[in-house]
């Protein structure tokens, strides 16, 4: 549980500072006003920290991501964007699936196990929370979550 209100700030800034890339920026549009959110903060920290390392492995030369966060109809709305690679429609109904990684995963060398997203979700719905995403080939990846306020 927080009652402070520097988790998202803090959790971008580590994220960026650890983050080994030659051309990496981080929007950071991080709104945290006063509200109280009952989070499991070491599970919900590794929950978003999946996104935003997909955001740098699948990702072009450039890598930009914006984070926002709003709150909306009694709502934390977290908004995750970044200009990579994509994800195709086929994919997307899968890709929070055990195990699942999308078609062409292997084309930039990168590994994994397919397992980031599938925890992920399990977190935020274990906090009450939704997950969303929206994609386009080649032009980037939007995830949305809503927390419970
Ligand atoms: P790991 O278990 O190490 O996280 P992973 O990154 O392959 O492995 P997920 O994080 O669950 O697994 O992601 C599943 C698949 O979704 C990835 O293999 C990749 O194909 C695709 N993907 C995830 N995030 C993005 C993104 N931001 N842009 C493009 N493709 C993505
Ligand atoms: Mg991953």
């Known amino acids: 549980q927080v009652s402070d209100n520097t ?12 983050t080994q890339h030659s051309d990496l920026k ?5 709104y945290e006003p006063e ?8 599970h919900l920290t590794t929950a978003l920290l999946n996104i935003l390392e997909n ?13 926002e966060t709003a ?7 977290i908004t995750i964007s970044d200009n990579g ?9 899968a890709i929070f699936d055990k195990f699942y990684r999308a078609g062409d995963s ?15 979700h399990q977190i935020i719905t274990a906090h009450d929370g939704t997950i969303r995403l929206q994609s386009k080939e080649g ?10 306020i």
Do not use: C, M
């Not at 981080?26 to 991080?30: K, M, P």
């Not at 509200?35 to 070491?42: A, E, G, P, S, T």
């Open 35 to 42: 509200v109280l959110l009952r989070i499991d903060r070491f």
């Open 7 to 18: 988790f998202f700030k803090d959790l971008l800034f580590d994220f960026e500072t650890a």
């Open 139 to 148: 032009k980037g990846t939007t995830f949305s979550i809503k927390l419970p």
């Open 106 to 120: 292997n084309v930039h060398n990168v590994k994994g196990l397919g397992l980031g997203l599938y925890f992920t």
């Open 71 to 77: 709150v909306q109809n009694g709502q934390y709305t």
């Open 26 to 30: 981080v929007i950071n549009a991080v």
């Open 55 to 67: 955001a740098v492995k699948y990702g072009k030369e450039s890598v930009e991501i914006k984070v």
């Open 85 to 93: 690679i994509g994800i195709s429609e086929k994919d997307q109904k």
